[in-house]
């Protein structure tokens, strides 16, 4: 009678620790997965997390920052989730992981009235000028890589501008997220050229800081896997791929 009155305690006050708990949900401005849209954060990504949240009894707040700042708070903070993040090799023990929710694909782009650019080995593509969002994924990868030639920007839309302006001449992009933010600005996915495929690998994920407690990222990861077996992921994916 004793053990079973110690495991209802404990289940008790391990439902009212969950419950007093909050995160800090944090991500950036790349649309389709993370955007503000007539001043509420919306988006592919954003779904997802909300429905996984939803599952649960952990209650959040919802913040869209530049990429360097979300991801400073998330890895130097408790009880913060961040997405859409790409999971690689430097990243890999600074968080914990859910997902992934979605492929990953990144190319190399030019200006198509730009002839002269050839690009035919990612060594090539180190002669041109290539603009990179500060800290993100991309941007450690051609660091990684031996690009010394990048503009570093804050935001995508800052490195779209500065291609049409011929400030750089290579940008770094996922289709479906570089398609749509140049819809926004006015400008026409067909004005493009793929050149080279930069990263074909891995996924997009979600991203838990590593001084969150056990107990919120099982139920996080459990309510992921219950909205991915369930066909709500694969819902809201569709939803967003008939939108482009």
Not at 30 to 54: D, R
Not at 143 to 148: I, L, M, R, S, Y
Not at 195 to 215: H, Q, R
Not at 236 to 243: A, E, M, N, S
């Amino acid at each position: 009678m004793k053990s079973v009155m110690f495991a209802f305690t404990f289940y008790i006050l391990s439902i009212g620790f969950i419950y007093a708990q909050e995160i800090s949900v944090v991500t950036e401005d790349w649309p389709p997965y993370n955007y503000k849209l007539n001043g509420k954060i919306s988006g592919f990504g954003t779904e997802i997390v909300q429905a996984m949240l939803e599952n649960t009894h952990i209650k959040y707040s919802l913040a869209l920052y530049p990429w360097a700042r979300a991801y400073h708070k998330a890895l130097n903070e408790k009880n913060v989730l961040i997405y859409t993040m790409a999971r690689n090799d430097e990243r890999e023990w600074l968080f914990k992981w859910i997902g992934p929710f979605a492929s990953r694909h990144i190319d190399l782009y030019k200006l198509k009235r730009q002839t002269d650019i050839v690009v035919n080995s990612l060594e090539e593509a180190k002669k041109y000028k290539i603009g990179a969002v500060r800290d993100d994924a991309t941007h450690l990868f051609l660091k990684n890589h031996g690009f010394d030639n990048i503009y570093i920007v804050v935001r995508e839309d800052q490195n779209i501008k500065m291609l049409f302006k011929d400030r750089i001449k290579l940008i770094a992009g996922n289709e479906l997220a570089l398609a749509y933010k140049l819809k926004q600005l006015d400008y026409q996915f067909d004005q493009l050229e793929k050149v080279w495929t930069l990263i074909d690998e891995g996924g997009y994920y979600i991203g838990i800081s590593k001084g969150t407690p056990g107990n919120i990222t099982i139920q996080l990861r459990n309510s992921f896997n219950q909205i991915k077996s369930d066909g709500t992921l694969e819902r809201i994916r569709q939803k967003y791929l008939f939108g482009r």
